[in-house]
């Protein structure tokens, strides 16, 4: 059975779960006294900034002592408290002699979200502007003005070409309609039948076919043979009684 959940993140074997035992260890103990240090330096530079000589000079000794500790127990580095204690003392030296010195305080923002992201949406827009062409001249103004209208035509003829079709094709079909229930009637077809089967059959069919009869004698082609007359349609078979 496993030690651990098929889902755990830490440690499984056991050199890896004893680092961490020590690493817990060694935080508890030496996070106290990091956190003491770093009190005792920003207590002496606050007091050297007001202008409190006394405190300043007071908690001096207290922070270079507490870095020191730090150090010897292996919180911090030994050269990081070194370079802590100096930085600490010139600061002091010039808080107290007068000059402007800057704090440990961190620096917080003045400006919310809403202010950045109108900043940065006026900073966008003023780099595009900035990188857009300058005034065009005579020939690109008409080369432009030639791209625009050819792209309209080109957008308007395929609207226009699939509008003719269904509207050529209306009259056809309807002429297809009647024929056929013209043909039903004849023989005995139901006309409901018929006039579901018309829009198939028209689809199906040729455009030569969709032509009028009385159009094509009318006008026959030059050098061609006489078209056939039209057979009349077959009488129905009726059942004998």
């Not at 499984?12 to 004893?18: D, E, F, G």
């Not at 940065?120 to 300058?134: C, D, I, L, P, T």
């Not at 198939?200 to 061609?224: L, Q």
């Amino acid at each position: 059975m496993a030690h651990s959940a098929r889902n755990w993140k830490g440690a499984r074997t056991p050199q890896a779960i004893k680092r961490d035992r020590q690493a817990a260890r060694r935080h508890e103990v030496n996070q106290p006294r990091e956190s003491r240090a770093k009190t005792l330096v920003t207590k002496t530079l606050r007091a050297a900034i007001a202008g409190d000589a006394e405190l300043a000079t007071a908690t001096l000794p207290e922070a270079e002592s507490a870095l020191d500790k730090a150090a010897k127990t292996g919180a911090i580095h030994p050269n990081a408290a070194a370079r802590r204690k100096s930085r600490l003392m010139r600061k002091v030296n010039a808080a107290l002699a007068g000059s402007t010195v800057v704090g440990t305080a961190r620096v917080t923002k003045s400006t919310g979200k809403a202010a950045a992201a109108k900043a940065a949406k006026a900073r966008v827009a003023a780099s595009r502007a900035a990188k857009a062409k300058g005034e065009q001249t005579a020939a690109g103004k008409a080369r432009a003005a030639v791209h625009r209208a050819t792209r309209g035509e080109a957008t308007e003829a395929p609207a226009a070409a699939a509008a003719a079709p269904t509207a050529a094709t209306k009259p056809a079909a309807r002429r297809t309609a009647s024929t056929a229930k013209a043909a039903a009637a004849e023989h005995g077809v139901p006309a409901e039948k018929a006039a579901k089967e018309a829009p198939r059959r028209a689809a199906k069919a040729p455009a030569a076919a969709k032509t009028p009869r009385a159009s094509r004698a009318a006008a026959p082609a030059e050098g061609a043979a006489p078209a056939k007359p039209a057979r009349a349609p077959r009488a129905k078979k009726q059942p004998e009684p």
